[in-house]
C-alpha cells in the first residue's frame, strides 16, 4: 500500500531513518533544477525504469519524488505491483517542497 507524505514528514525522515532511500523519477534535466539532498535518479521514462527498479532492496523505505507527485505516484504504484512493501510518496512533489503552491 501507499502512502503519502509531506515535505516537512520527508525532511524528518531523510535524516532519521536509516533505512529511507530517496529516488527522483524526474528527468535528469528537471534534476538539474534542483533535487533533495540524498535523492538518486531514476527516470521514470527510460525504457530500463522498472527493470532498475526491481533490481532493489525490497526490505528499505521508499520515498518517491518528482515535480508534483504524479510520476512519483505511478511509480510507487509501480513498486507496489512489485511487492515493495514501504513505499511512500511526497505530495505535492518539488513544487511543494520548494515552497510553490500548484
Given amino acids: 500500500m ?3 507524505i509531506t ?3 520527508l525532511e ?4 532519521e531513518n536509516e533505512n529511507a532511500v530517496l529516488i527522483d523519477v524526474r528527468s535528469p534535466e528537471e534534476c538539474a533544477e534542483g533535487m533533495v539532498d540524498g535523492a538518486e535518479n ?9 527493470e532498475r527498479i526491481g533490481k532493489l532492496d525490497k526490505s528499505k523505505d521508499y520515498y518517491m519524488i ?3 507527485g504524479g510520476r512519483s505516484g505511478s511509480a510507487a504504484g ?8 514501504s513505499v511512500y510518496n511526497m505530495d505535492g ?8 503552491t500548484v
Wanted: glycine content about 8%; proline content about 5%; aromatic content about 10%.
Fill in 78 to 85: 509501480a513498486m507496489d505491483q512489485m511487492g515493495f512493501e
Fill in 2 to 4: 501507499i502512502k503519502n
Fill in 66 to 68: 518528482c515535480r508534483s
Fill in 12 to 15: 524528518v525522515i531523510a535524516k
Fill in 93 to 100: 512533489g518539488m513544487l511543494a517542497w520548494q515552497g510553490t
Fill in 42 to 50: 531514476i527516470n521514470i521514462f527510460d525504457t530500463d525504469f522498472l
Fill in 7 to 9: 515535505p516537512p514528514e
